[in-house]
């Protein structure tokens, strides 16, 4: 699926195949890669076919294998398993979901802390995090320069200091301990990025060894009565 990549082309880099996604180096302001796909195959035939499993199911490689698809679900089918396999042999940890809602977090309403928020990631060691959404709505990510963090926003600031209530030298541990500080607001004038279907995106994390800004990115509101078919890692 293509997407609109104009006005963010000093953020992301578009390659056309598995080696040069993993391979590319971030730099500069680039913190996205994006390998661009054009998919094959029905997607939600998959879907329809797993047993479901609460808000989000997670299926595994040997489901998938069973599952009893027309000539268009076997293409996805061996779509999804070749992405595993390149992803696995990367030394990364793949993981398949379905889902139907991520849980919102209602425990500081003036800070939520869920996935539906602008976020980035965070490691104590170096690792990129890989997204790719195959059937329903994808995720957005945002330019970095779109959003602030929400922990700068003066009146997020005081209600964090009032919910803190230790020692001023503290603070930011809190903050950071809390993930509070993951958490970005898009400015009024920003323009997210949909991911699209079929594009794997390799996206920067928070890491010690990182020589860039970490992505800014969200999961999408889930269409009414349609499930989201998800690589993430």
């Not at 849980?103 to 060691?125: A, N």
């Not at 994390?205 to 020589?211: G, L, T």
Request: proline share 6%.
């Amino acid at each position: 699926m293509m997407i609109d990549l104009s006005y963010a082309e000093h953020q992301i880099h578009c390659v056309t195949d598995f080696q040069d996604l993993v391979s590319m180096p971030f730099k500069g302001e680039m913190n996205a890669i994006c390998w661009t796909r054009s998919l094959m195959g029905d997607f939600s035939e998959i879907v329809k076919k797993v047993e479901l499993s609460g808000n989000i199911t997670t299926i595994e490689e040997e489901e998938i294998r069973e599952l009893q698809l027309s000539e268009q679900g076997q293409l996805a089918r061996e779509i999804l398993l070749n992405d595993l396999k390149l992803l696995n042999a990367h030394g990364a940890s793949p993981i398949l979901n379905i889902i139907n809602h991520y849980d919102r977090d209602d425990s500081f309403p003036f800070l939520p802390t869920d996935v539906y928020s602008f976020h980035v990631d965070r490691s104590p060691i170096p690792t990129d995090t890989f997204l790719c959404t195959y059937y329903g709505e994808s995720s957005d990510i945002l330019p970095n320069s779109q959003g602030i963090q929400k922990v700068l926003i003066p009146e997020i600031r005081v209600e964090l200091e009032k919910l803190h209530r230790g020692a001023e030298e503290d603070f930011e541990s809190f903050l950071s301990e809390n993930f509070f500080d993951l958490h970005y607001q898009a400015k009024p004038d920003a323009r997210p990025i949909s991911l699209g279907l079929g594009n794997l995106w390799r996206l920067a994390v928070d890491h010690p060894e990182s020589q860039v800004l970490p992505c800014l990115h969200r999961a999408p509101e889930e269409k009414s009565g349609q499930s989201r078919l998800l690589l993430i890692c």
